[in-house]
């Protein structure tokens, strides 16, 4: 209303200005001769003057309302520069929240991205809307390409278009994804109407992890129950029968060995447990390599109980008790007990395996690289290449009868590779069938270094 009365107010003013001009036109050189149609004949002018401004500031501003309002809106003054101005707020206004609804979703986007399972949207058909990264990998899709495809189009795997097609979603379904090898888990969430929002996870981990536990409290029960029924059954047998008193010693005997055969694994099962549990071995404790090299031999010499030929390489020694110098003179950085324990489990298997005669050789080496090698070689019976990589694996023993009769548990190795993985190292093996094998342990350069006068008096004193 407003605008038309200022519009009306306007045409009169330009129709009153032209008659004012038409008037003074005709006083000063009487042209209508007395007719007095000049000033008629202005206000006309005036008012067509008025019209074709309007029109042009309406045309001026239609342009710009039609163009993609990159330039600012036309300035006017009166109503068609108020249309004009007020349009161009409305619509950076618009924009200002449709950019701040753009940001916010890609900012969830981003979120839904960085997910570490895979997340995609179906609509009503069962059409991709989106899915991220991970989804993609999952399903093999292209997450620019193949949305709105319908899903069934493209992945086939049975199980999973059953489970889409059944629609019952209260468990997600788990098929082998034979992309990745692996096992896929997949849920769907419905979320609108006709819409699913389709969760994908990768569990070939957690089934590995599983299907590992469940080997495990195998094993161990198997590994426990073979000694108690001997021992139960002999115990039955004491009770019930009397025995003359060479077999009761034999008999006494083998069940003294079973159950030092159940002590021997729990213990190696809490040593496992243990260090699964504690913090990784510190960089300030340092052990003389001379102690360590001391305590292997020693558990060696009595294990073999001169069976075998035990030897410390380097073989120049410096404190006469069989330690190399080069040894002595090196500090690493370890749990004296677990790296004890380590090299004790690969003297005590280089004993067990090899026969009486054979010899066995223990080596310390610093590497150029300022690594530190042990090394525990034997000319056993070595072993074949296909067990070489399943050695350190838990109760995987290549002669199950021999490591059973020496008192092995099958966990010596999983236990030295668990230990000097937490000190930054690895376990390396060495073998070969008749020839025998090296067992060797690294520690990293951070973990070695030239000994303190004081460790190597202190050295020599424990050797
Ligand atoms: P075990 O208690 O059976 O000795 P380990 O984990 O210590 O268990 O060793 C795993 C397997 O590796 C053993 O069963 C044995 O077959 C093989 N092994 C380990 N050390 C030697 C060695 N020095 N010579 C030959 N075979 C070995």
Redesign the pocket.
């Known amino acids: 209303m407003e605008g038309l009365l200022s519009g009306v107010f306007a045409l009169i003013s330009f129709a009153l200005a032209g008659a004012v001009a038409g008037g003074l036109a005709d006083w000063l050189l009487g042209l209508s001769r007395g007719l007095g149609w000049l000033p008629w004949l202005g206000a006309a002018a005036g008012a067509v003057a008025f019209v074709w401004r309007d029109r042009r500031r309406g045309a001026a501003v239609l342009s710009w309302l039609r163009g993609r309002q990159d330039e600012p809106a036309p300035r006017f003054a009166g109503f068609w520069g108020e249309l004009a101005y007020r349009a161009e707020r409305a619509l950076v206004k618009r924009d200002d929240v449709t950019r701040r609804e753009r940001e916010k979703r890609e900012q969830f986007l981003s979120a839904v991205e960085a997910s570490p399972n895979g997340v995609l949207l179906l609509d009503a058909q069962d059409q991709i809307e989106w899915c991220n990264r991970v989804a993609a990998d999952h399903f093999g899709l292209d997450p620019v390409r193949d949305v709105r495809q319908p899903i069934t189009n493209l992945v086939r795997a049975p199980a999973f278009v059953a489970y889409l097609q059944a629609g019952a979603f209260d468990q997600p379904v788990t098929y082998p994804n034979p992309r990745t090898q692996g096992t896929l888990s997949v849920l769907v969430k419905p979320y609108g109407p006709g819409l699913n929002l389709v969760l994908s996870q990768d569990i070939t981990e957690r089934e590995r992890a599983e299907s590992m536990r469940r080997d495990f409290v195998a094993n161990v029960s198997h590994e426990i129950r073979t000694p108690l029924t001997v021992l139960a059954g002999y115990v039955e047998t004491l009770s019930s029968i009397q025995l003359p008193p060479e077999e009761q010693r034999r008999v006494l005997h083998v069940m003294e060995q079973q159950a030092g055969r159940m002590q021997a694994l729990v213990s190696d099962l809490l040593q496992l447990a243990q260090l699964e549990g504690s913090p990784r071995p510190r960089l300030d404790q340092w052990v003389p390599v001379a102690a360590l090299l001391g305590q292997a031999v020693a558990d060696a010499q009595s294990l073999s109980a001169g069976r075998h030929r035990i030897t410390v390489s380097p073989a120049d020694t410096a404190d006469g008790a069989g330690v190399p110098t080069a040894a002595v003179m090196v500090e690493v950085a370890c749990s004296l007990t677990e790296l004890q324990s380590a090299l004790g489990?690969l003297v005590t298997?280089?004993v067990?395996?090899?026969p009486t005669g054979g010899r066995i050789e223990l080596r310390w080496t610093q590497r150029d690289d300022g690594s530190g090698l042990f090394e525990v070689q034997?000319d056993?019976?070595?072993?074949a290449r296909e067990h070489l990589a399943r050695?350190t694996e838990r109760f995987?023993?290549?002669?199950s009868g021999?490591?059973r009769d020496t008192g092995?548990?099958?966990?010596?190795?999983?236990i030295v590779k668990h230990v000097i993985q937490r000190h930054g190292g690895e376990i390396l093996v060495d073998?070969e069938p008749g020839k025998g094998?090296v067992?060797a342990l690294t520690l990293p350069p951070a973990r070695v270094r030239a000994a303190r006068m004081a460790s190597v008096q202190e050295t020599a004193s424990v050797t």
């Not at 995987?396 to 002669?399: E, I, N, P």
């Not at 092995?408 to 999983?414: I, N």
Request: charged share 20%.
């Open positions: 489990n298997n280089a067990r395996y090899t034997d056993g019976p070595g072993i050695l995987y023993r290549v002669d021999r490591s092995g548990t099958g966990l010596g190795l999983a073998s094998s067992f």
